[in-house]
């Protein structure tokens, strides 16, 4: 199979971005997309150019690492999918393939496809746990928890911090981010002491890094590899406003 | 050098809380004069740095990913033993401890395998705290399921993502402390050298990797938890990033390094399609709970699995193992995978794969239960091989997963440089020759949150540590060393692709270092491994500049360390003429093929000390004693 790259070049944080044309050979069907691209960098290499940068690690799909906009839809086509597990059988031999980085105001270009997320980080540091300290825990036990809320709480809390709801909302909100794990921990009883504490300091700091609010657009939940679901954020935003009022 | 493992005094179930009693403690008021690097986010590093930040120290962290979450640890599928006996299956602290050192097939230190079973119940209490979704009954009390080698239910999951939740509970108390500004967060950095001052480690050299600048740490202590090493063999289950750097440059400046010849194969990953192919992917070993592991009984048959009568299926393991069945360790299980396929069995286009079948099991429980419990394993497993295993046996092959050896400890995680303390994948200590399912998150969670807080404090109290800054001779030494490899590298600019000589490397590896070693291959490894390394140094391309994000030069540094750390893995693979786990020596087995161990003359520690690029290391001994459990043939007929 033969495609025709147009991936995102961009030399550093402040420098102009484009477009650039590139021919993948010989992409066998059972081929990543990672893998394809990590044969044009070879190539690339080999001749001495500079490969093009693109974050990934696990490459199976969980440390939320990978981080590429295909055809304008963050992770591709397929649905419920990382970029890392996305497989080349997907694709029409000749092909045109744009490849572009997440974009959002509070994630900057680092450099080609790589971006800044560290303000998901400073968003959990901002309240997203339980504050307990190591040692002293009672018998893991003690707290029974039915099994039903268990499922629920795993099901928010298996986003993978990826920043792809983010890449797809228009108005580049988190809102689907902070809501997973607000609503893991609102669910659970471990989360109730710290539970309004914790939903305004999140979506403070969550505006202090300039992304945006949430319109009910949607595009979060299609496009969220752990097929999170926006209903998340609903109970997020009843959290929010029972804070708010509590706090008066 | 005489290696002192500091084993306490006492008998085996007081030592732990003796030494806890007679260690020094550090007055709550200087702790936060004190500065500790902790290198690596994953479960050992980011429970360590957090539980030290919460004690009061004055914490730095760093990791090479964007964030500390995405650590290797994330991708841990299937679960975390703790002995806690909740199901009432007769289980205890002892026979964790027992199982844990049976498993190791004795080259594991008692010691250290005792404590790591005690403290296994206070990590699950620790966990369940931090709001870890664990799966759970219906009556609300958590769930428990058996994993490889065990007999009892001790193990503890969430879904098939127990890593991703445990590490994610780590991840937040990190955060937590980094809010609370007792921790410093370095993400995308790269620890290049560990800097020593008379004699002790106080500092790292890192590069950051978004601007390439070269940058000092300096500290009272260092602790590595970086990690392990599988991806010399190029294709693992780890992470394309992970890597032996850290490990490597500290041996380079004394500590160590034990046993790296004994690395774990996992007998269920989804078989290699191709070159181009990055990495393997694991299907958990929980999979054989329900899974049935066969082949064709006869030779060469290309039928496809639903045209095979039960009665020309030959599964192996349950014939072999009568007792345990498709639940055997995992080196017997890849062994057997790799015998089946090497007598013209296997099944697949290549024939290197082996089916895992749940047909019996949907027919007993019912597809929807196998769902719930596997789901997301199946759905992984259809995405890149396009193949329903609801409808279709999955098809299975061994890949490296795991590396028992690391850097050399003793019992309070000290490596053999003053202050350099080991946690998680990247010490050698509780595993011996073959790591039991579910203990890698254990020992990683008690290294982090249960000793290091502990032994470093002792250390710390202990030890005259005076002040020392980067502007210190030895930082300026380092960062030189550094500086100068980064030059070295971007200087050869030949026309062979970094990926192209690491994927030959990992073929050598596999081929001559593998599964399967011999006085033979090894040999012929040690030959072609400094071959390959030379082509490196003289024919890599590793284009762009050192001061911005280059991937390419990353890369070609952690290559550049593998070809030399493979050769220590080899020599360590040749001089233990026994089989024994994960090493599987061909000279050495049992009428009836099983590893071999020679007790007599293997009953130790190999640690290895450095002597120079392409010059033997020397070798030092730590004797195994058995106090408790006393070695026999493993045996799970
Ligand atoms: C697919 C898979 C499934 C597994 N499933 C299980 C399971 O079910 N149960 C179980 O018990 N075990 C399992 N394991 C094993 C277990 O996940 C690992 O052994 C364990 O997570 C290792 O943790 P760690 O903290 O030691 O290191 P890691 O999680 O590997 O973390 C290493 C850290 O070091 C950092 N680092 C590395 N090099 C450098 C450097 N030079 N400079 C700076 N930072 C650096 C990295 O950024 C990272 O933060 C599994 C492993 C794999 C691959
Ligand atoms: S690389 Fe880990 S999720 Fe894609």
Redesign the pocket.
């Given at each position: 199979m033969r495609l025709n790259l147009k991936i995102w070049r961009q030399a550093g944080p402040n420098a102009a971005g484009r477009l650039v044309d590139y021919v993948a050979d010989s992409v066998s069907t059972d081929m990543s997309f990672l893998e394809m691209l990590d044969v044009v960098n070879e190539d690339l290499t080999k001749k001495g150019e500079e490969s093009i940068a693109f974050d990934s690690d696990?490459r199976?799909g969980i440390c939320g690492t990978c981080s590429l906009v295909i055809n304008g839809i963050p992770h591709g086509p397929d649905r419920g999918t990382t970029v890392c597990q996305l497989h080349m059988r997907r694709f029409k031999d000749g092909e045109t393939v744009t490849i572009e980085p997440w974009r959002a105001r509070a994630f900057p270009v680092l450099k080609d496809l790589i971006v800044d997320r560290s303000a998901f980080d400073r968003i959990i540091a901002a309240g997203g746990y339980v504050s307990v300290n190591c040692g002293g825990a009672q018998d893991g036990n003690a707290i029974p928890i039915s099994k039903d809320i268990a499922d629920a709480a795993m099901d928010s809390a298996q986003c993978i911090g990826c920043g792809a709801c983010v890449a797809a909302c228009k108005n580049a909100s988190a809102h689907l981010f902070m809501s997973a794990k607000i609503s893991q921990l609102a669910l659970l009883p471990q989360g109730q002491v710290e539970r309004q504490r914790r939903v305004l300091s999140m979506i403070e700091q969550a505006d202090a890094e300039g992304f945006g609010s949430c319109s009910n657009e949607g595009e979060c939940e299609a496009v969220c590899p752990k097929e999170i679901p926006i209903s998340n954020i609903a109970l997020m935003t009843r959290e929010y406003v029972k804070a708010v009022l509590a706090a008066k | 050098m005489t290696l002192d493992a500091k084993i306490p005094a006492g008998p085996m179930a007081e030592k732990w809380d003796r030494h806890k009693f007679d260690m020094k403690l550090v007055n709550p008021a200087n702790k936060r004069k004190f500065t500790i690097i902790v290198?690596?986010?994953?479960?050992?590093?980011?429970?360590a740095a957090a539980s030290l930040g919460e004690l009061g120290y004055n914490v730095l962290s760093?990791?090479?990913?964007d964030s500390?979450r995405?650590?290797?640890?994330?991708?841990?599928?299937?679960?975390?033993?703790a002995a806690k006996n909740y199901q009432n299956d007769g289980d205890s602290i002892y026979r964790l401890f027992y199982d844990t050192v049976k498993g190791g097939d004795y080259r594991s230190r008692e010691a250290n395998v005792h404590r790591l079973a005690q403290v296994s119940v206070n990590i699950i209490d620790q966990c369940v705290a931090q709001g870890v979704p664990f799966a759970r009954e219906y009556g609300g009390l958590l769930d428990n399921r058996s994993?490889g080698g065990a007999q009892v239910s001790r193990?503890f999951?969430a879904r098939g993502q127990?890593?991703q939740q445990l590490?994610l509970g780590a991840y937040q108390s990190l955060m937590r402390q980094v809010h609370e500004k007792s921790v410093k967060m370095f993400a995308r950095?790269?620890?290049?050298d560990l800097v020593l001052v008379d004699g002790k480690a106080r500092g790292?050299i890192?590069r950051n990797l978004v601007t390439g600048e070269i940058e000092k740490y300096a500290a009272d202590a260092v602790c590595?938890?970086?990690?392990?090493y599988?991806t010399v063999y190029y294709l693992?289950?780890?992470?394309v990033?992970?890597?032996v750097?850290?490990?490597w440059?500290a041996h380079k400046r004394g500590a160590l390094f034990a046993n790296p010849c004994f690395t774990q194969i996992?007998p269920t990953c989804i078989p290699v399609s191709g070159d181009h192919q990055s990495k393997l992917?694991?299907m958990?070993?929980?999979l054989r709970n329900d899974g049935r592991v066969w082949v064709p009984k006869k030779q060469g048959d290309t039928r496809s699995p639903e045209q095979i009568p039960e009665e020309e299926r030959d599964y192996y393991l349950e014939r072999k193992y009568p007792s345990f069945g498709n639940l055997v360790p995992r080196d017997v299980a890849s062994r057997n995978a790799k015998q089946a396929c090497d007598d013209g069995r296997g099944v697949g286009e290549s024939g290197l794969a082996v089916y895992l079948d749940f047909k019996d099991a949907i027919k007993r429980i019912g597809q929807d239960v196998i769902k719930e419990k596997y789901g997301n394993l199946f759905q992984m497993y259809e995405k890149i091989t396009d193949e329903n295993p609801y409808e279709k046996p999955m098809r299975i092959y061994p890949a490296i997963?795991?590396t028992m050896g690391g850097l050399w400890v003793d019992y309070n995680l000290m490596s053999t440089v003053p202050g350099l303390h080991v946690?998680?994948?990247?010490n050698f200590s509780d595993h011996g020759a073959n790591?039991l399912?579910?203990?890698?998150?254990?020992?990683?969670l008690a290294?982090?949150y249960f000793v290091i807080p502990y032994t470093i404090g002792h250390y710390l109290a202990s030890t005259p540590l005076p002040k020392v800054t980067t502007d210190h001779d030895a930082f300026k030494e380092a960062a030189d060393n550094v500086q100068q490899r980064i030059n070295a590298l971007l200087a050869v600019k030949g026309g062979r692709g970094i990926r192209e000589i690491h994927r030959e490397l990992g073929r050598i590896m596999w081929d001559d270092v593998g599964m399967a070693r011999t006085e033979e291959s090894l040999t012929r490894a040690l030959s072609r491994i400094p071959k390959l390394r030379e082509e490196f140094w003289h024919d890599v391309s590793v284009p762009g500049s050192p001061d911005n994000l280059n991937q390419s030069l990353e890369y070609a540094g952690?290559v550049a360390d593998y070809l030399e750390f493979a050769e220590l893995l080899a020599l360590d693979a040749l001089e233990r003429r026994e089989s024994c786990g994960g090493h599987f020596r061909e000279e050495s087995q049992t009428p009836e093929g099983e590893a071999l161990r020679d007790d007599e003359h293997y009953s130790y520690v190999a640690a290895w000390e450095f002597q120079g690029v392409g010059t033997r290391p020397t070798l030092h001994k730590e004797a195994l004693v058995f106090d408790e459990v006393h070695p026999t043939q493993r045996s799970y007929k």
């Open positions: 696990c199976e | 290198v690596g986010t994953g479960l050992a590093g980011a429970s760093f990791c090479i990913q500390p995405r650590a290797h640890s994330i991708a841990a599928q299937g679960g975390i033993n994993f193990t999951y127990t890593g590490l950095r790269e620890m290049l790292i890192v590595l938890a970086t990690g392990g599988g693992s289950t780890n992470a990033n992970s890597n750097t850290a490990a440059r996992h992917t694991l958990s070993e929980s997963h795991y946690l998680g994948e990247a790591r399912g579910a203990s890698a998150l254990m020992q990683g290294d982090g952690r």
